[in-house]
């Protein structure tokens, strides 16, 4: 069974990769002869020297960024985001052959639309198999069988995390020392651990999981040498879900194991280039082109329905704390509780079209400037006004780590349900809670799929919109 599940994890592997393949030439020989009619310099190069070596620059890269769709668990950004680096790999190798076996006659716009329609198809291709593959799994397809040792919160948690069947997880047994409750939330045999060892024989599992604490070392080390002897996969669960709730990320010192607490992809200089160079290039291509005429007619509407200014300028804090005058279109009538006052749906201090902006998203819109400046990102935690700050930081735990990035236009909390008024402490604490998930799993891609995600938004409204 343990081989039978690995040779079908690598059988998907190896589909995914001749598919690649397959659209590789497609995407070739396709464009080839739709450009061999208007461009002469499609003719003149020879195809099969172009499909040989594109095929062969096409190994290395599969190597280096390998196929990870089949894998438990993992993103769709995150697929994507390998093709990108293969793609992007491939085209430095392909173009570095060309020009080392001196092909000086290529054709430019062969290329562009070779890589355009290939990085199309290969997305498609990927996410579709994904899909496939979490579809098979709930009929029961390469599924791993597991054994859970320990009690507690944490290992319930985790056998509830594995009771989602498109991850593939079949839990077989929970085995529990003394007088813990393990309380499984799907069906399982349960035991004590004592009889562990003689129910693992008859009940072959691939993956053992432990979550015994520290003070149990002669049993955590009996089962590691079984699981070594019986070629079972263990993974010791730390026993740290009770005040550590997050990804962890484990280093040494020394031979002392350490694990720190928070993964932060943005404190990576390379991420925040990438971060703020695509923020410099859409603010500055939205403030020249689009923003001008923005500003015309719905200040012109502004002017025309309420006294006051055209914008609303408030204090809100930004990354590490800092305090900088965040922007918008002005929705309400001018009064003196706008620092201190979130609006409410049927709040009266809004305007008629100041309730168009606000379902419209359009108020956010000046914020491109705040983006253009530097204080805010286009995706990032949502800035609060700094009475709310002062407030939320004492009520709601881990708050001032939404801090640790630049806020945004948009953000995860507000495409995922979390966006308005929030009545009550809990709809305040989804949203950190979101902000801090965003914060620990940023990617570029990740960015793109929620800008992707307000702008249907704004299209197909949110009753939170007010």
């Known amino acids: 069974m343990k081989q039978l599940i690995s040779e079908r994890s690598e059988m998907i592997r190896n589909v995914v990769i001749l598919g690649d393949f397959v659209l590789l030439n497609f995407s070739m020989l396709l464009i080839y002869f739709i450009l061999k009619k208007t461009d002469p310099l499609v003719v003149a190069f020879p195809l099969n020297t172009y499909l040989g070596l594109a095929n062969l620059c096409y190994i290395p890269c599969i190597s280096i960024f390998k196929v990870i769709l089949h894998y438990r668990i993992v993103r769709p950004e995150q697929i994507v985001a390998r093709l990108f680096g293969t793609i992007g790999l491939h085209l430095v190798f392909f173009l570095t052959m060309l020009i080392l076996i001196k092909v000086s006659n290529f054709s430019r716009w062969y290329v562009l639309y070779f890589y355009l329609l290939f990085c199309l198809l290969l997305i498609c291709w990927r996410l579709g198999v994904r899909h496939f593959v979490k579809s098979m799994r709930t009929r029961g397809v390469n599924i791993r069988k597991v054994a859970l040792v320990g009690g507690g919160d944490n290992m319930f948690e985790l056998q509830d995390v594995m009771g989602d069947v498109t991850y593939g997880y079949q839990v077989e047994g929970t085995f529990f020392k003394g007088d813990a409750d393990i309380s499984p939330s799907t069906p399982s045999y349960q035991a004590e651990m004592r009889r562990l060892k003689e129910w693992l024989p008859s009940h072959p599992v691939q993956e053992l999981y432990c979550g015994l604490p520290s003070v149990c070392k002669d049993d955590v080390l009996s089962l590691i040498r079984y699981c070594e002897n019986n070629m079972i996969r263990f993974y010791s669960v730390p026993n740290v879900r009770n005040y550590l709730k997050r990804q962890l990320q484990l280093t040494l010192l020394g031979e002392v194991p350490v694990l720190s607490i928070r993964r932060e992809p943005l404190q990576n200089p390379m991420n925040r280039l990438v971060k703020r160079t695509f923020d410099l290039l859409c603010s500055s291509l939205f403030l020249v082109i689009v923003f001008p005429f923005l500003y015309i007619i719905v200040g012109a509407v502004i002017k025309l329905t309420s006294p006051g200014p055209i914008f609303f300028k408030q204090e809100r804090n930004g990354e590490n704390g800092k305090i900088f005058w965040c922007y918008k279109f002005r929705s309400m009538k001018v009064n003196k509780d706008s620092d201190t006052?979130?609006?409410?749906k049927d709040d009266p201090r809004k305007t008629k079209f100041g309730n168009f902006l606000r379902k419209s998203n359009l108020d956010e819109m000046p914020q491109f400037i705040n983006v253009f400046l530097g204080d805010m990102s286009i995706v990032g935690p949502r800035p609060h006004m700094l009475k709310h700050t002062e407030e939320y930081s004492h009520l709601i735990?881990?708050?001032?780590?939404?801090?640790?990035?630049?806020?945004?236009?948009t953000g995860w909390a507000q495409v995922t349900g979390f966006r308005g008024e929030t009545k009550e402490l809990s709809q305040m604490e989804g949203r950190v809670r979101r902000d801090l998930w965003y914060i620990e799993n940023?990617?570029?891609?990740?960015?793109?799929?929620?800008?992707?995600?307000?702008?249907?938004?704004?299209?197909?409204?949110?009753?939170?919109?007010?």
């Open 341 to 344: 006052l979130q609006a409410t």
């Open 397 to 409: 735990d881990k708050y001032m780590m939404r801090h640790l990035v630049k806020p945004g236009i």
């Open 442 to 466: 940023w990617t570029f891609l990740l960015d793109l799929r929620i800008m992707f995600m307000t702008v249907a938004n704004m299209f197909k409204g949110e009753k939170n919109a007010y």
